[in-house]
Each structure stands twice: as C-alpha cells, then as structure tokens.
C-alpha cells in the first residue's frame, strides 16, 4: 500500500523550531521528487519547497526561504522540513505530496500525505 506520512507536527511558541518528517512506503521515495505544503484555515494551500531526487537541487517559497529546510534521506526512505524562526502566519496543516517527473504542484501529484498540524502561537 502506498502511504506518506506525515509527522511531527505540534504546538510550539513563536520563534521554536520543529521538524516534520514524511516517511514513504509502498513506493521507491528516491525515485520521486518530494513538495512541502501547507494549507491554513480559510486559505488556500500554499506551496513551500521541493527537493529534488538526489538533492541536489531545493527551492523554497519567499515566505520560508530562510527559516525552512527541506532534506532527504533516501535509504529510510524519508524527507525532513526543519522549520526554525517560526511565526504565528506558519500555523497551518502541513502535507508532503510527491511526483516522479517534476516538483509536486498543489494540483499536480502522485502521492500526498494526510497533514500533520503546526500550531504556532504563545
């Protein structure tokens, strides 16, 4: 069965850190590019980083870039955001979601996970 799953997730008070993980089974992660998310009540989901197959390359979304970290280890199968500096605008559910051609897009992917929930606030 093919599954993301995300977790991690929390309440933390502005300025913390945490660090999510999305675990894949099912499917060879490193053969997929894997795409950050977030999506916060009464927005739209919100695009915010992708990490392609081998690492190589990461982009991010001007909002985090600075503050989160998107890495991959492809032997456990795994891909990591460490959020550092958050703010209480991060509160949001958070998604992986992953594509074997391109970065995954809000609308455009072959897996996505279910969320893990980001409470920023003191």
């Known amino acids: 069965q093919v599954q993301l799953v995300e977790s991690g997730g929390g309440l933390v008070q502005p300025g913390g850190s945490l660090r999510l993980t999305c675990a894949a089974s099912?499917?060879?992660?490193?053969?997929?590019?894997i795409g950050w998310f977030r999506q916060a009540p009464g927005k739209e989901r919100e695009g915010l980083s992708c990490?392609?197959?081998?690492?190589?390359?990461?982009t991010y979304v001007d909002s985090v870039k600075g503050r989160f970290t998107i890495s991959r280890d492809n032997a456990k199968s795994t891909v990591y955001l460490q959020m550092n500096s958050l703010k209480p605008e991060d509160t949001a559910v958070y998604y992986c979601?992953?594509?074997?051609?391109?970065?995954?897009?809000?609308?455009?992917?072959?897996?996505r996970g279910q969320g893990t929930q980001v409470t920023v606030s003191s």
């Open positions: 099912g499917f060879t992660l490193e053969q997929y590019y």
């Open positions: 990490i392609t197959t081998t690492a190589s390359s990461t």
């Open positions: 979601a992953a594509d074997p051609l391109l970065c995954p897009t809000i609308h455009t992917y072959s897996y």
